[in-house]
């Protein structure tokens, strides 16, 4: 059996949690519809209050699950992967789109025994397709404490068996949660692998986007307080400046006190970073 037919018998299971989007959704599951190796199924989990009507494709089996409103959407996706029949998973959000050739491409690799897979990701607008996120060749927790270099809600794909061993998802991550998937699965001790040959097309809403800056610093909290204890001393200074940067433009009550925190963080980060330079050249990160 050659790489390109072994990987069109693969099970893999698509997973879409999708919260009153109705017009956005069905653009992703037309995605999904139009792939050039087909899912074994299509999980539509309706995480809102508006009502979803999908038409389900003949040759590809869809279903919606309608689950509590506004629950979340780490418990949406784990609901779907509870669910799921296949061996693999490949989640895709509600307002993303994968190319036609997204599950075959990604399919060599989990053929070639591959467990987690990352995409690129592209940045859609109007009519525009840009490039944006890039996971490289090598994925490693330290890319991920501080920033997001390519773990996404849709170019994620991941065997079922080791989904359930890190745990799925953590809806206690109110931000970060799709990288902080990826960081379990490192922890644990598993290879993370990148497709660089196909991109999914991020959708970005129309006009000016409103960051939710309170959410933010929650979720960064929550982020910080998970994983602090694998981070080095300067990744937590780093965290924690951000922390106070997105308290100082959320916070009206303590933004002054905020505010005078992320100048003091900042200080002290630049520091760092500079002492750090000359030492970190030339050599790969460590946790």
């Known amino acids: 059996m050659n790489e390109e037919s072994a990987s069109s018998s693969l099970l893999i299971s698509c997973i879409i949690p999708t919260c009153d989007r109705p ?9 999904v519809l139009g792939q050039t190796s087909k899912p074994l199924e299509v999980i539509v989990v309706n995480n809102g209050r508006l009502p979803v009507d999908l038409a389900s494709d003949a040759q590809t089996a869809l279903r919606v699950v309608e689950a509590i409103p506004y629950f979340g959407v780490a418990q949406a996706r784990n609901v779907g992967a509870i669910l799921a029949r296949g061996e693999y998973l490949a989640f895709l959000d509600d307002d993303d789109a994968w190319p036609p050739e997204y599950l075959e491409t990604i399919g060599q690799d989990l053929a070639a025994g591959a467990q987690c897979v990352l995409a690129r990701i592209d940045k859609q607008l109007g ?8 996971p490289g060749s090598r994925i490693t927790p330290d890319m991920l404490f501080l920033r997001n270099t390519g773990a996404g809600g849709s170019n994620i794909v991941v065997s079922r068996r080791l989904f359930y061993e890190i745990g799925g998802y953590d809806p206690a991550l109110l931000t970060g949660q799709d990288k902080g998937l990826v960081i379990e699965i490192l922890l644990a001790g598993h290879r993370v692998d990148a497709s660089l040959d196909v991109a999914i097309a991020a959708g970005q809403p129309t006009g000016r986007r409103q960051t939710d800056h309170a959410r933010m610093s929650q979720g960064k909290t929550a982020f910080f307080r ?3 204890r694998f981070m080095r001393w300067d990744q937590r200074l780093g965290i924690r400046m951000q922390i106070e940067w997105y308290r100082w433009r959320g916070d009206d009550a303590g933004r002054v006190i905020a505010f005078l925190k992320y100048l003091f963080l900042r200080s002290l980060y630049s520091v760092t970073s500079i002492l750090r330079w000359p030492r970190s050249r030339g050599r790969g990160t460590r946790i």
């Open 127 to 134: 009519a525009e397709v840009l490039p944006w996120k890039n």
């Open 226 to 228: 998970k994983y602090r």
């Open 23 to 31: 017009l956005l959704l069905r653009r992703a599951v037309d995605s």
